[in-house]
């Protein structure tokens, strides 16, 4: 008899971030080893369950189930938990049913410890309720990097040897044409600017930017953001008076966006503190070279694909982003390193990974279990 795993699909009623991101990928990988492994096909049944009113993507394997009840964090503890008793329910986004045994918690970091100035004190309180409880009840913990188990392990106090890492990717941009017409809408030329990708969290460092283009003067670096922003750093027309080098552009689509990655000069990936961070080797999937962070778990992710930076001072950004305008040479090495650093970040893996945790049948890796590049 298959044994029945359930998918917190919660995640799909968001504007899609790094968590979410996460959670879409996985659950596709997912499908797709499922599409490749009838002995997987044949131990487990999976669904994706969601709120009402949640439109879901179309999957060949994984069925798609809507849950009635409340809305929000009261759908996860009730609704959810009662539709799942007689299965094990994977929780991708850091959340789930708080006193729950059979499920899996994908914790991705302990931000709301590390840096608490970018939650809402609400927010910091529900997650340090939260996560301590999700970390000891659940059957199995994951995360996304050997630097968060770490982080994990000391701040939930639980042994390093309870949480799995599973896996992150950056093919899913590959598999979309390019929207060329965003860079004609906001003057944007080949070449002729940084790029970074924001959210509106402090800790994402953005300010950084900001102090990097004070210093420069004149000079031609132009850097845009797209994405969430800090608006009491921004204000509300994307910049301040003192310096229009430094552009916000707002949400993008993963078409935009990945016109946008190809089309840079180098991504700048100024951030304190990530679980993980999957930008940087979005760029990198993109051949647009990575002026990074040495901080969290970036160099464990970027390796030697980056040029590293200290977060915390301006002059040290801007020295980066000369070097990489007037070095060439030194443009492709980082394009070079950075095609060789995604080998170490595929979402088929992570899939395996999973796999392998709750101890079902893994699909040998094969062409056919990853999109198309």
Same mark, same amino acid.
């Given at each position: ?27 596709r ?17 999976? #669904? ?53 045994? #059979?499920?899996? /918690? ?7 410890y ?36 770490? #982080? ?5 106090? /639980? ?8 896996t ?36 994402k ?23 969430g ?40 990936f ?47 950004l ?16 980082? /394009? ?8 170490r ?28 590049p």
């Amino acid at each position: 008899m298959s044994r029945r795993i359930y998918i917190n699909g919660r995640f799909l009623g968001r504007r899609l971030t790094g968590v979410d991101r996460f959670a879409l990928e996985l659950t596709r990988a997912l499908d797709r080893a499922l599409e490749h492994d009838e002995g997987l096909r044949h131990a487990a049944r999976f #669904e994706l369950l969601v709120p009402e009113g949640t439109q879901a993507p179309g999957f060949r394997h994984i069925v798609v189930r809507t849950v009635a009840g409340p809305g929000g964090q009261a759908w996860e503890q009730v609704a959810l938990h009662r539709a799942t008793r007689d299965g094990l329910l994977l929780n991708l986004c850091n959340t789930g049913p708080w006193l729950r045994r #059979e499920q899996l /918690i994908v914790i991705h970091d302990v931000a709301v410890y590390r840096v608490p100035q970018s939650f809402r004190r609400s927010f910091r309180l529900l997650y340090r309720v939260a996560l301590p409880l999700l970390a000891r009840r659940s059957r199995h913990v994951a995360t996304v990097s050997e630097f968060s188990r770490k #982080e994990i392990a000391e701040l939930l106090d /639980i042994p390093a040897s309870r949480i799995g890492v599973i896996t992150e990717g950056a093919e899913h941009l590959r598999q979309q044409q390019p929207d060329e017409s965003v860079l004609a809408r906001h003057g944007l030329a080949n070449r002729g600017y940084f790029l970074g990708v924001s959210s509106a969290a402090p800790h994402k460092n953005f300010r950084l930017l900001l102090d990097s283009a004070r210093l420069a003067g004149n000079a031609d670096l132009p850097v845009v953001i797209a994405g969430g922003v800090d608006r009491r750093i921004f204000g509300e027309g994307g910049g301040d008076d003192a310096d229009r080098r430094v552009r916000w552009l707002g949400y993008v689509s993963d078409a935009e966006l990945l016109a946008l990655y190809r089309n840079a000069l180098g991504f700048v990936f100024p951030s304190i503190y990530e679980g993980f961070g999957i930008p940087p080797i979005e760029a990198m999937a993109c051949d647009c070279p990575v002026i990074a962070a040495r901080a969290a778990s970036i160099p464990e992710v970027c390796g030697d694909a980056a040029l590293y930076i200290d977060p915390t001072d301006p002059a040290d950004l801007l020295d980066a982003m000369r070097r990489l305008r007037d070095s060439p040479g030194l443009r492709d090495t980082l /394009i070079a390193a950075g095609q060789r650093n995604l080998s170490r970040w595929r979402w088929a893996q992570g899939a395996r990974d999973l796999l392998s945790m709750l101890q079902l049948p893994q699909a040998p890796d094969q062409p056919g279990a990853e999109p198309p590049p």
